[in-house]
């Protein structure tokens, strides 16, 4: 299957710091990427969509000027938590859609475990 | 927009036993129905997915069927292993667009040896 990889795999930082997370398609081009939060022992919420070469689409609730992302490439796409605080404490995955056998399917980034102090 | 309910939100089996996961959604025009397996910490895999023009499809010890009328599918899982202790996540979308599935709320599934 095609892989995603996600780094950091894990970040402390101090409040008011910003922190980039980047998701990277290795083995396939993706035009669309997004963005999830995951809280213990929750389900995934979607953040944003992410678009090769413009701008990302947020889900209702999502502040924007918070969760700055940008997708430069076919294979890359960043989340930058801008100003975190510890409420912005949270697992957060990426993923990317690629087609197998002409459907499309979703392969997860291994996600990045955030905490601030 | 599109509502997915999972049950049960954990399930515990004895090792050999079957595994049921029901979701249900609400969306009618939803047509690809994937299943994620997620151990704690890290990343959803994709472990089985069923398309709307189909009922039922299995690999191997897993299954999921569908029922577009009652807008209900299911996982099941045949001869549980301890390996299979995991959260599962169930998920709707229309399959051009797998990327904004809305996901179930998850089942925590314990095999016990």
């Known amino acids: 299957g095609a892989v995603v990889s996600q780094h950091p795999s894990r970040v402390i930082c101090k409040s008011g710091t910003s922190v980039k997370i980047e998701c990277r398609s290795l083995?396939?081009?993706?035009?669309?990427m997004f963005w999830y939060r995951q809280f213990p022992k929750q389900s995934l919420m979607l953040m944003a969509t992410s678009n090769e070469g413009s701008k990302a689409t947020y889900e209702q609730g999502v502040e924007k000027d918070k969760f700055l992302i940008n997708h430069a490439s076919l294979t890359l796409s960043t989340l930058t938590v801008t100003s975190a605080h510890p409420e912005d404490s949270s697992f957060y995955i990426c993923?990317?859609?690629?087609?197998?056998?002409?459907?499309?399917?979703?392969?997860f980034g291994s996600g990045t475990q955030l905490s601030v102090l | 927009g599109e509502n997915v309910e999972q049950h049960p939100s954990t399930l515990s089996v004895q090792e050999g036993d079957s595994a049921v996961i029901k979701c249900t959604y609400s969306d009618s025009a939803s047509n690809y129905f994937p299943w994620y397996k997620q151990e704690l910490g890290k990343r959803p895999q994709l472990i089985i997915d069923i398309r709307s023009n189909v009922g039922e499809k299995k690999d191997q010890r897993i299954a999921v069927t569908l029922n577009k009328t009652a807008k209900h599918f299911s996982l099941h899982i045949t001869e549980t292993q301890p390996e299979d202790s995991a959260v599962y996540f169930c998920?709707?979308?229309?399959?051009?667009?797998?990327?904004?599935?809305?996901f179930g709320d998850g089942t925590t599934l314990t095999v016990k040896p």
């Open positions: 993923s990317a859609s690629s087609y197998s056998s002409a459907n499309e399917k979703l392969f």
């Open positions: 998920a709707a979308s229309i399959d051009t667009n797998a990327g904004k599935s809305t």
């Open positions: 083995d396939f081009q993706a035009t669309t």
